[in-house]
């Protein structure tokens, strides 16, 4: 017996199960609506332009977990749990979690953060806390990137924005320095003139701000010239591995011509591609 229930009763096992059954339904339909709600998201929200494309994995984890919250309290309601005791209950372990996870829900935060002040966007080439890559996905915990050579950089939210952040990607064109070594005894002005028709042949070359060639450094006997010019950012990568190879050439060939020895070029020191988007100047 059960107060006035018998357990030989059917209706008294309707009783005790319907709620049962309908709290482990509530359950389910939460998570199911939760990960339809999440691709849902993900899948429309870059239709609708501007930032959404990075903005859609961090708004649909965050709809994903709420509805899966949403769902357990209401099953608890189904079981016969007071509200009231649901919120105590829902408060006190909000508390214990945020202690015990500050660094998760520093990752959340800074996630917002990053998707709010916009220091990074998807298909961005960034550096930052020692990794870099091509921004894939703002996760509501972290963010993933895809370096040059083709592997997968995981980072934390709240180290990539308690950090310095260089975005690579972010200007519209992008400037290269190439530098190339000569003898002390060679012609300048006409090793100048050289480059700058190297670099003005190249319709990547942009004309403003225009070209410049001039004398870097001095070595024991030699002279270092450097030519520096500015590209549209997807023309980086290509224009100077074109460009320096170029600038060698026609360098080695007028040396070569009057026994004046070999130039050494040398590109800048700078590794970082993108495939899209625009990169900062430097």
Known sequence: MFGTFSLDDPATWAVLLLPVLAAIAV???GFVLGRLAQRAIVQWLPRAGGNSLTVAPLAGQAA???IIVFGIITALGFLGVPQASIFAVVGAASLALALSLQNTLSNVASGIMLTWIRPVAVGE???GDGVEGE??????FGTRLRSTSGLFVFTPNN???NGAITNHSREPRRRIDVDVTIPDTANIASIRRALLSVAGRDKRVLT???AIAYVSSFGTATVTLKLRFWVATPDY???LRDLTEAAKLAVNTMLAAKDEGVAQVSESPDPHVVNSGAQTPE
Request: charged share 20%.
């Open 27 to 29: 359950l389910i339909l």
């Open 64 to 66: 994903r977990y709420g």
């Open 125 to 127: 080439y960034i550096t």
């Open 135 to 140: 921004v894939v996905e703002i996760g509501l």
């Open 159 to 161: 180290k990539l924005w």
């Open 208 to 210: 403003d701000p225009a």
């Open 237 to 239: 990568r290509p224009t």
